[in-house]
């Protein structure tokens, strides 16, 4: 029982009521329902005959190449009555959907295909972003924005490498160079990079920048306080210069790496296209094979109509074609057995040895008896029918005795003045 109170149905609100309800009752004239007849149409496979062109033209598909189809498949499988033509449009329909089906399949591995092909047009992008030249020293004041591809990272590295290479041989120095130097080795700094931004940052302090701008009485002023006015010297200078050569040399090597990575990644994506993952890719699997195996249903109804109206013509219209309608069940009979016969057969067989292995597990000495006994039953029950035939004709015993012997040996009267048969 629910908690909230009904409203009261004032006359206001019932007004309002039927007049909202006159802007949403659908479609009326006979075009708008035609027109919303397909809107919740997706992939077409389950649409109503009537609709089917409709539905076919939604896909972009011509409905004049199923006729073309339709009529071709009449063709070949020769003329028939009402229900062969029925189970012929069944068949086109159903290729028709397998073939609607490949192009669908198409079109997911050309999608994939497309977006690996966005993620290198972007990739090359953003390789031009970062790739300029070293004489363009402005560039070190521009803050270009992160990439998370490896390639574009090192490239934008490199660049500002050989930038600041350039300034050092040319003995400019400013502090920006080891802000920017620092800023893209942040948490990966080695040994060679870290004397290479001690050097820098050495060269770039603005306190020897300064002195050097000072005069002469500036710098003594500074001398009596204990600051040492002159900047490191030519060895610091060509050692700087080494370890940025080395830097350069070894960022190229990660570099041309990275793009041979990349290179392999792309083809193996492409190749990867062919066989797409996911829930959708094994759903078009599972309807693919479905279709398959009701395609081949189609053609041996077909053909078995075929055979019957050669052998036996078709019954008059109004009359029993029970005999016919028989062969038909029994091809999708065997339709539907066929896929499940293997499965329960081994389980059957299964049971079985199951069965008779604990049989013999469990009675396997008296079954070697049994197998024994009954050979020597046998055995007896044919000397003893030879004996009395023998002892009829020596008139020992009667017919009456005879057919007793017949049934078991032991029935066999045995007198004292018999003669001993060995």
Same mark, same amino acid.
């Given at each position: ?37 397909? /809107? ?5 496979? *389950? ?35 009402a229900l062969w033509e029925k189970q012929v449009e069944d068949l086109a329909w159903l ?14 591995? #050309? ?18 972003? =970062? ?9 070190? /004041? ?31 120095? #400013? =502090? #920006? ?39 002469? $009485? ?44 990349? @290179?392999?990644?792309?083809?193996? $994506? ?22 398959? #195996? ?11 109509? *075929? ?70 039953? @046998? /055995? ?43």
């Open positions: 029982m629910s908690l909230r109170k009904s409203p009261q149905l004032t006359p206001a609100l019932l007004a309002a009521a039927r007049n909202n309800a006159q802007h949403s009752t659908g479609p009326r004239s006979a075009a708008a329902k035609q027109n919303s007849k397909l /809107n919740a149409l997706k992939h077409g496979g *389950r649409v109503r005959d009537e609709n089917r062109c409709q539905a076919m033209l939604a896909l972009g598909e011509d409905p004049g190449q199923f006729q073309t189809l339709t009529q071709e498949l009449m063709s070949a499988f020769g003329p028939g009555d290729y028709c959907r397998r073939e609607r089906l490949e192009r669908a399949q198409e079109g997911v591995m #050309r999608r994939a295909l497309q977006a690996i092909d966005d993620w290198q047009h972007r990739r090359k992008q953003e390789m031009a972003r =970062v790739t300029f030249d070293a004489s363009q020293h402005e560039m070190l /004041n521009v803050n270009i924005s992160e990439s998370t591809d490896r390639g574009v990272a090192l490239r934008k590295m490199l660049s500002f490498l050989e930038l600041v290479r350039e300034e050092v041989k040319q003995r400019t120095f #400013r =502090v #920006r160079q080891y802000a920017v130097l620092e800023s893209l080795y942040e948490g990966t700094t080695g040994w060679r990079q870290a004397l290479m931004f001690r050097l820098l940052h050495r060269f770039s302090d603005p306190m020897y920048l300064d002195a050097q701008q000072a005069d002469e $009485e500036e710098r003594q002023s500074l001398r009596k306080i204990g600051f040492d006015c002159e900047p490191p010297g030519e060895p610091e200078h060509q050692e700087l210069l080494r370890l940025l050569e080395e830097e350069i040399a070894s960022v190229g090597e990660e570099f041309e790496y990275a793009e041979k990575a990349n @290179e392999e990644r792309a083809a193996i $994506e492409r190749d990867a296209c062919l066989a797409p993952e996911g829930e959708t890719w094994r759903m078009m699997l599972r309807q693919e094979a479905a279709l398959d #195996r009701s395609i081949d249903r189609k053609v041996r109804i077909l053909l078995r109509l *075929r055979k019957e109206s050669a052998t036996h013509p078709a019954a008059p219209p109004g009359q029993d074609d029970g005999a016919r309608m028989e062969n038909i069940e029994k091809v999708l009979g065997s339709d539907i057995t066929s896929e499940n016969s293997q499965s329960v057969g081994a389980v059957e067989d299964l049971k079985l040895n199951e069965q008779r292995g604990n049989v013999i597990e469990n009675k396997g000495s008296s079954l070697e008896n049994r197998v024994q006994s009954g050979n020597i039953i @046998e /055995n007896k029950c044919t000397y003893a029918q030879n004996a009395g035939m023998l002892l009829k004709r020596k008139g020992v015993i009667g017919n009456a005795e005879l057919r007793a012997t017949s049934k078991w040996p032991s029935a066999l009267p045995v007198s004292d003045d018999a003669p001993c048969l060995r």
